[in-house]
């Protein structure tokens, strides 16, 4: 199993970030759904006009749009948790106040996220990092060459 972790940890990362980008994608399309039926209604040019309309309430186009934040944001994350988890095992050697600093510093990345009001990014950082995390330590990955590179460099050609 350890030979594939990096698949394994990306593939999860991937399933866990797509799910929650299809969720945030859809929600924001249901607001825009809403808000484009009151303009309608008090007959303002709608733009998407109303031939959009009915797609923004499908899963599919939800589906879809999320594959962007997908690629994006949720690549990144995995890269980050990859290469902090890598630093936590092999350089720090699992030093409970080396975790202790990177605990306080996912706390403040969330409370950035969210100073001027709830971000929904703040589900990527509460849900994927520390799932990603655990799977991380579950499957340290073993052999030379883990503690000469970090786990990243496997997947940077996916960036």
């Not at 899963?59 to 997908?70: C, D, H, M, N, S």
Request: aromatic share 16%; with cysteine.
């Amino acid at each position: 199993m350890n030979k594939y972790r990096l698949l394994l940890i990306t593939l999860v990362g991937l399933a866990i970030g797509q799910t929650i980008a299809m969720l945030h994608v859809y929600h924001s399309n249901l607001q825009m759904a809403e808000q484009i039926q009151y303009l309608q209604a008090q007959r303002y040019l709608i733009v998407p006009n109303i031939y959009v309309l009915p797609s923004l309430k499908s899963i599919y186009t939800a589906f879809v749009g999320g594959l962007f934040f997908t690629g994006t944001i949720v690549s990144g994350i995995i890269a980050l948790t990859m290469l902090i988890s890598w630093f936590w095992i092999k350089i720090t050697n699992k030093n409970k106040m080396a975790l202790v600093i990177i605990i306080i510093q996912w706390f403040i990345a969330i409370y950035q996220t969210n100073v001027n009001g709830w971000s929904a990014f703040t589900l990527y950082l509460c849900i994927l990092m520390p799932v990603l995390f655990g799977i991380c330590l579950l499957f340290p990955g073993y052999g030379n060459h883990s503690t000469q590179y970090p786990a990243i460099f496997g997947v940077c050609h996916l960036f």
